[in-house]
């Protein structure tokens, strides 16, 4: 049988946040030792210089610091949510997120929300968000453009994306049925 690729699951996350809170004036910031490079760049691509920073570790696997740094620039605070549905409210109720993450920008996306990605690792992993619209990468320290229009996510790309999970899911199920049925 042929194999399949299927997006990431976390493109699902949406589900777990049933009932979004209203979009605020704080954008998530993955907590890196080197955040605070970020934030510059993206008051740029934001052209908004009022919004506030929450900086909020995704995980500490991946080197995120789990207490607040010292020396948080004006307008900007320290969040550790608790549990991920947390997190996922965190992120539902922002303008955007802002981090190397691969699964923050999954989050954000499937939230509706835009994703800031520094220039990266050029790990395979990341081809996924390739052709995206809401996920916009820039490098910290020089000048950055982008089309304010432009920066959400587009709904039928994420639909499209939402279909091939669900397509994945009721294979997954009929396999499960087809195999508990010949066990009978």
């Avoid at 299927?6 to 998530?28: C, H, K, M, R, T």
């Avoid at 835009?114 to 052709?131: E, I, T, V, W």
């Amino acid at each position: 049988s042929a194999v399949e690729v299927v997006p990431d699951s976390g493109f699902n996350a949406s589900i777990l946040v049933p009932e979004p809170p209203s979009v605020s004036d704080y954008v998530v910031v993955q907590s890196r030792p080197d955040s605070s490079r970020w934030l510059r760049a993206v008051r740029e691509l934001l052209q908004d210089d009022r919004s506030r920073f929450v900086v909020a570790p995704v995980g500490a696997v991946t080197g995120d610091l789990v207490r607040p740094p010292p020396g948080l620039p004006p307008g900007t605070t320290f969040c550790h949510p608790e549990h991920p549905r947390e997190m996922l409210a965190l992120i539902a109720g922002s303008k955007g997120v802002v981090g190397p993450s691969l699964h923050l920008t999954i989050a954000a996306l499937s939230l509706g929300r835009p994703a800031f990605r520094p220039q990266a690792s050029p790990l395979p992993k990341y081809r996924m968000l390739d052709g995206l619209k809401g996920v916009h990468a820039f490098e910290p320290g020089s000048p950055v453009t982008a089309d304010a229009s432009a920066l959400a996510p587009e709904p039928s790309q994420l639909a499209e994306v939402r279909r091939k999970l669900a397509r994945h899911w009721d294979l997954i199920a009929a396999l499960a049925r087809d195999s508990a049925a010949v066990q009978r």
